[in-house]
């Protein structure tokens, strides 16, 4: 069974959704010191179809693929193997701005205006006359991979809306009143529950 959290752990969560869309989202930007944790990931997706080549284009999209398919597999493993929906909550959101980002590559790749770090533009490759010659249909791709990951931002904060209001309405079992409470001296023999040793002072109930 899941763990209870208290309400301050799901008003951190719902914070994290908040500014994670806001850098992806609203302002289209990386979010902040994640990014690095982003290219790593892609970066690893290139290396792992270098080391098992399948064909070109696979290898080109690898990268972006990797970047999203790892948040979203943390998310999994928290949510049904630890049974910690804050972490997978978290891990979607994280997962819904490399959604953004690699729609914003797809976008980019007819005109191949962002600044890359090195090497050649994976989606125009990929979507070129050398890989599937679709880039006329670039644009079309990059909106659903976004659209993807609005779906997946919002359904974290619905989620985490959702564990919020639970934490929120849950009340603890109630204590006993002092008046039902059982003291040490209830549990000792009184006068009117027992015979009385004095024959000229008997008990009342005997």
Known sequence: MAKSRPVAVW?????????AGWFAFVRSVRVPLLSLADLGFHELGHL?????????????AMGSIMQ??????LAVYFASFRRDRVAALACLAWAATNFQDVSVYIADAPTQALQ?????????FALGPEGLD??????QLASTVRGIGVLI?????????????????????????????????DLRP???????SDPDHRSTRW
Do not use: F, K
């Open 68 to 73: 999203c398919a790892v948040p979203l597999g």
């Open 11 to 19: 008003v951190a969560v719902l914070g994290w959704c908040a500014v």
């Open 116 to 124: 890359l770090i090195g090497g050649e533009h994976d989606w125009a």
């Open 190 to 196: 009184t006068a009117s529950r027992t015979r009385s």
């Open 134 to 139: 679709r880039l006329d249909q670039a644009a």
């Open 48 to 60: 792992i179809m270098y080391v098992i080549p399948i064909n070109q284009v696979l290898t080109a």
């Open 153 to 185: 931002l919002l359904s974290a904060i619905v989620l985490a809306l959702s564990g919020l209001w639970a934490s929120w309405t849950s009340t603890p079992a109630p204590s006993l009143d002092a008046a039902t409470r059982t003291s040490p001296d």
